[in-house]
């Protein structure tokens, strides 16, 4: 996953054993705790998010999708993947995928770190 906070584009890696996609829009509030996980068996194949000037910060949107023919196994979540006010840059190991996020928002960066959870896909 690449975050470009200009923006908030967001590329992911396609999984083409996906299918019944859904977004949860609007999981987190202004300046709180975001914790987000996919529906069982599911991934993480889209995000989208709305900024807000007053608060400096953002409500997120996750796109879950269904794998199919396979499952997820061995879920953890690493630890912070960024530092406040800097770029935000990650890669999952090999045959893992991104089943949710957690982020924390500082008041005093206007900023968020997040960590991710990932899962391991079953051969």
Sequence with gaps: ???????????????EVTRNCQWYNDVNEMDQLLAFRC????????????HDNHHEDRVFGFRCCELVERKLNYCSLTGFINEYDLEMNYATPHD??????????????EDRRWKVDICEIEH
């Design 1 to 15: 996953m690449k975050i470009d906070y200009g923006n908030m584009a967001a590329e992911f890696s396609r999984l």
């Design 39 to 50: 529906p069982t068996n599911q991934v993480i194949a889209g995000v989208k998010s709305r």
């Design 96 to 109: 893992y995928v991104i089943s949710g996020f957690d982020s924390e928002h500082n008041d005093h960066h």
